[in-house]
């Protein structure tokens, strides 16, 4: 039976529709804002080698979010208060978490049984708490779109005023410290400038899912390549195409957006493994 005209018009139908909603063009907008940070953000993550920090801000961010939405105050600035704080602890700490893999263990699990205790008592919504964990980009508000875009900008802002210390205390932290730079410092800045993009991340693939958004394009791109303007382009490309990607798929098929979005982080990673993994030297930051 052959299909007819309007048959095959009709199938194509959602893609060119997409944009006629309001919702999606909102989705889009705060998906595009929040994976750039996440893409930027990620990659000096991975380059640091603190992919764990991001997990692990994550998991105490379910705590505040919970906690804030049970007090009737938005779930992103409960998000933001706690990994903010955190993330100040962790940095100031440094090295003296290193080797307490068993108290740190237990600090995060007692901030993700805080966030499951706070789920019990908030019982008004099922829908605020999936949102939280899984996230929920289609639901964005046109508020919260504004609160992300402006943490958005001073994140990004932030990000690039610290820029130029930040790579050398990655790269070369001996010679950094012999040359002045403050590692301390450094590290709590750029803990705290994680602990937002944690936060907006959240908004996109929920508490549960920020790994794949912010640790899955840099580690892909910096496999791809060793220089770090292009590494950097990459990680915030292959973050955008994620998420536009997801949206677009999860219109079409109904299925949840996070679950597209993590899918194609993953696949694009592991494509990634095609491809020998370059080197990052120090002199490679020049460029």
């Known amino acids: 039976m052959s299909s007819s005209p309007g048959t095959a018009q009709s199938k194509a139908k959602p893609i060119a529709t997409m944009f006629e909603y309001d919702f999606m063009r909102t989705a889009f907008m705060a998906g595009g804002v929040v994976a750039v940070v996440a893409g930027a953000v990620g990659?000096?993550?991975?380059?640091?080698?603190?992919?764990?920090?991001?997990?692990?801000?994550?998991?105490?961010?379910?705590?505040?979010?919970?906690?804030?939405?049970?007090?009737?105050?938005?779930?992103?600035?409960?998000?933001?208060?706690?990994?903010?704080?955190?993330?100040?602890?962790m940095g100031l700490l440094?090295?003296?978490?290193?080797?307490?893999?068993?108290?740190?263990?237990?600090?995060?699990?007692?901030?993700?049984?805080?966030?499951?205790?706070?789920?019990y008592l908030y019982t008004t919504s099922a829908t605020e708490a999936t949102a939280i964990l899984f996230g929920n980009l289609l639901g964005v508000s046109l508020a919260t779109l504004w609160s992300l875009l402006g943490l958005s900008v001073a994140t990004v802002l932030a990000l690039a005023m610290i820029s130029r210390p930040l790579l050398f205390a990655t790269l070369a932290p001996e010679l950094a410290e012999a040359k002045g730079v403050s590692l301390r410092l450094v590290s709590v800045l750029f803990l705290a400038i994680v602990a937002v993009a944690v936060a907006e991340a959240a908004q996109v693939v929920g508490v549960l899912l920020v790994f794949a958004l912010m640790v899955g394009p840099a580690a892909a791109s910096q496999r791809l390549t060793a220089r770090l303007g292009s590494g950097l382009a990459l990680a915030i490309t292959l973050a955008l195409s994620e998420t536009w990607g997801g949206l677009a798929l999860a219109y079409v098929t109904d299925w949840p957006t996070t679950f597209w979005i993590v899918l194609l982080s993953c696949l694009a990673y592991f494509l990634s493994f095609a491809k020998p993994t370059p080197a990052i030297a120090a002199g490679s930051a020049r460029e």
């Not at 920090?53 to 208060?81: E, K, P, R």
Request: glycine share 16%; hydrophobic share 65%.
């Open 43 to 89: 990659f000096f993550l991975v380059l640091r080698n603190l992919t764990f920090a991001g997990h692990a801000l994550s998991h105490v961010g379910f705590a505040g979010a919970t906690g804030s939405v049970l007090i009737g105050i938005g779930a992103l600035w409960g998000l933001l208060a706690f990994t903010m704080a955190a993330a100040l602890a």
């Open 94 to 119: 440094g090295d003296r978490l290193r080797n307490r893999d068993v108290a740190v263990g237990i600090i995060l699990s007692l901030a993700l049984g805080l966030g499951v205790l706070f789920l």
